[in-house]
């Protein structure tokens, strides 16, 4: 069992910049990919970025490329969302997520889930 808690949610205005936490304890973080994943009111969850095991190999939406960064550090059982240059559509509840099958792009095959983190972009 693995046990995600979000933090760093929160308003912020448009082009200004956020930073997510996922801590995470339980079984061995460092085993398992993780990922970034977000639900606006009335849409689909959709994924956001994803971040191996070792860290070497990242993911990223392509409407998040280049303003995004995941990063994570095993040694904190922490992994993180630098999110930069935000615009009113990244408004949404931003879920971490942990998959022991590696690196996946759809929300299915994650394993354990976070409560959710909100983060709102005001025009």
């Known amino acids: 069992q693995v046990q995600l808690v979000e933090s760093g949610g929160g308003l912020v205005q448009a082009g200004g910049s956020r930073g997510l936490s996922c801590a995470a304890s339980?079984?061995?973080?460092?085993?398992?990919?993780m990922g970034w994943f977000r639900q606006a009111p009335g849409k689909e969850r959709e994924f956001v970025a994803a971040?191996?095991?070792?860290?070497?190999?990242?993911n990223y939406a392509d409407s998040v490329k280049g303003r995004f960064t995941i990063s994570r550090d095993n040694a904190k059982n922490t992994v993180y969302l630098q999110m930069n240059s935000l615009k009113p559509e990244d408004t949404a509840v931003y879920y971490c997520?942990?998959?022991?099958?590696?690196?996946?792009?759809?929300?299915?095959?994650?394993?354990?889930w976070g409560q959710g983190t909100q983060v709102t972009v005001s025009a």
């Open positions: 971040i191996s095991w070792s860290g070497k190999t990242t």
């Open positions: 997520a942990a998959n022991a099958a590696g690196i996946q792009t759809t929300w299915a095959p994650y394993d354990y």
């Open positions: 339980g079984r061995t973080f460092s085993s398992y990919a």
